[in-house]
């Protein structure tokens, strides 16, 4: 190989690379466009509203882990003693 078919290859691979950085890039975009509006919709579905979205932000994974868990059981004590009031309030015989 020649000291110009060397550089002349040179020349093609750098602009082949530009051209395959420029297309990461525009990918790497498109692709947080559709986490971001994946993540729309989910907000959307399960009503979090401005603040609650600011709250869950700035709240780290246990401590989202430890609030569903309180809610768990919140709503079981609360199923709970729905089903214990109904049961007194209509005794069985």
Do not use: C, W
């Amino acid at each position: 190989m020649t000291r110009e078919s060397i550089k002349k290859k040179l020349i093609k691979y750098r602009s082949q690379l530009t051209e395959i950085q420029k297309k990461i890039s525009e990918l790497e975009l498109l692709e947080k466009a559709a986490d971001d509006a994946e993540n729309m919709k989910i907000i959307k579905k399960h009503n979090i509203s401005p603040d609650q979205l600011i709250f869950l932000n700035g709240l780290k994974e246990d401590e989202i882990e430890m609030i569903r868990k309180r809610r768990k059981e919140a709503e079981e004590l609360a199923k709970a003693e729905k089903e214990k009031k109904k049961a007194v309030d209509n005794p069985v015989g």
